[in-house]
């Protein structure tokens, strides 16, 4: 009897299922179910037989399902053996009651159970896994499997509410470092999820799963996440790494949160990181460090844009797009003399609205607020609510600029507070 078109069953009700050959001899029963990563993610590679004389695995397109609901292979010959095969995902051994990250949900969940399709006739894979179960359902199924008939349990899990996570949306978290990178699982997607939410991903992790998925990551996705969670957290995410790895993600950071970090860790270490950085990044969180941190030079940031009064709409619009930094991070263009006094600001909604031709000096604010370098953040952010401030200029006595206070560090402060 060929497969029924998209039927769905569960691993608990596959596994432990006997497996005959078209003669209705047993040949064993099934252990686990091996699953293709990479390009073929998803597809049921082979069914891992137990036997009398040890493991077997058989390819998916060689074992269909009878009315009877066992298991029957198509050809009688002879059983390859077991091997250890890296390019396989086992759903029992590696899956289940495992961490996985819901790149849907953006969040860290543990599977209880695996639903996977029976393909329709002529399919080149007739298995494949369709979601991961991470509610009652699953759990119930696998507590009271051997307890109650098959089919009673099946029909009583179908009232419980269904909570799976179609499998394109899963990332598997391995621990095991071999495994890791033979798996080859497609961590770049994690590129794609807000920082924030990165950072409320990693400290849902236990410690072994969270080093897997923060070493996995590339120096800039690894510092935007950084730069969200809280300072325990990340002297725990770098702890394993060297100071070489440590710098080039530190590079990546805002130069604030940067120094933010270093102050954290011990002086040796610190040093130790500044060493491995490239001069300009290693300036410019070397002078952030000399400020009180409770300060508003303690959270300003040293990335900003900058031009000469003379300069032109055309020349801030180059700057613009050839600045470093977060660009997310850019509310106003400041004018600036050759001594770096600030002389003005640009909202940049008023910029896009000129001319390439015209003169900043034109369009600039002459009247600009700002704030001390040693202003507290207690003052600095009653300035920030009374003027309803996306970000404010950080001057030193000489009244040249040397930083900028975003909005989100003096939320940041009042949370700490509260």
């Not at 990479?38 to 060689?62: E, M, N, W, Y």
């Not at 074992?63 to 250890?84: F, I, N, Q, Y």
């Not at 600036?336 to 031709?357: C, F, H, N, T, W």
Request: proline share 5%; hydrophobic share 45%.
């Amino acid at each position: 009897m060929q497969p029924r078109t998209i039927a769905r069953v569960s691993l608990t009700a596959l596994l432990g299922t006997p497996v005959t050959d078209a003669q209705g001899h047993l040949r064993g029963r099934l252990k686990d179910i091996a699953v293709a990563t990479g390009p073929d993610a998803g597809k049921v590679a082979g069914l891992v037989l137990k036997t009398r004389t040890g493991l077997f695995i058989v390819p998916s397109q060689d074992v269909m399902e009878t009315p009877a609901g066992t298991l029957e292979l198509r050809s009688s010959g002879a059983l390859v053996p077991l091997k250890d095969e890296g390019n396989y995902l086992y759903l029992q051994q590696d899956l289940v009651d495992r961490q996985i990250i819901d790149l849907h949900g953006r969040k860290v969940v543990r599977v209880n159970d695996v639903d996977l399709e029976w393909m329709g006739k002529g399919a080149a894979h007739l298995l494949r896994v369709a979601e991961v179960e991470v509610g009652l359902r699953g759990a119930f199924r696998r507590v009271f499997k051997g307890m109650l008939p098959r089919a009673m349990l099946e029909s009583i899990s179908r009232k419980l509410g269904a909570h799976g996570i179609p499998w394109q949306f899963v990332d598997v978290i391995e621990v095991d470092p071999a495994r890791r990178v033979k798996l080859r699982i497609a961590y770049e997607r994690l590129a794609e999820i807000h920082p924030s939410e990165l950072a409320d991903i990693l400290e849902d992790l236990a410690p072994a799963e969270r080093e897997a998925v923060f070493t996995s990551l590339d120096e800039e996705v690894a510092a935007e996440a950084l730069e969200e969670v809280e300072p325990k957290l990340q002297k725990a995410l770098l702890e394993k790494l060297d100071e070489e790895k440590i710098a080039d993600i530190v590079e990546e950071m805002d130069p604030g949160a940067a120094a933010d970090l270093l102050a954290e860790l011990s002086e040796e270490q610190s040093d130790a990181i500044l060493e491995e950085m490239e001069p300009e990044e290693r300036q410019e969180v070397e002078e952030l460090l000399e400020f009180d941190e409770y300060s508003a030079a303690g959270c300003m940031t040293t990335d900003f844009i900058y031009l000469a009064a003379g300069s032109t709409v055309a020349q801030a619009v180059q700057a613009l797009r050839s600045f470093d930094g977060d660009p997310e991070s850019v509310y106003e263009i400041y004018l600036l003399d050759e001594k770096r006094v600030l002389r003005g600001s640009i909202p940049l909604a008023r910029l896009v609205m000129a001319q390439p031709e015209t003169h900043l000096r034109v369009l600039a604010e002459p009247r600009v607020l700002s704030c001390p370098a040693d202003m507290n953040q207690n003052d600095l952010a009653e300035v920030f609510d009374k003027y309803n401030l996306h970000a404010l200029p950080v001057v030193d006595v000489q009244g040249r600029m040397v930083g900028v206070v975003q909005a989100d560090q003096v939320i940041s402060f009042l949370r700490e507070k509260l």
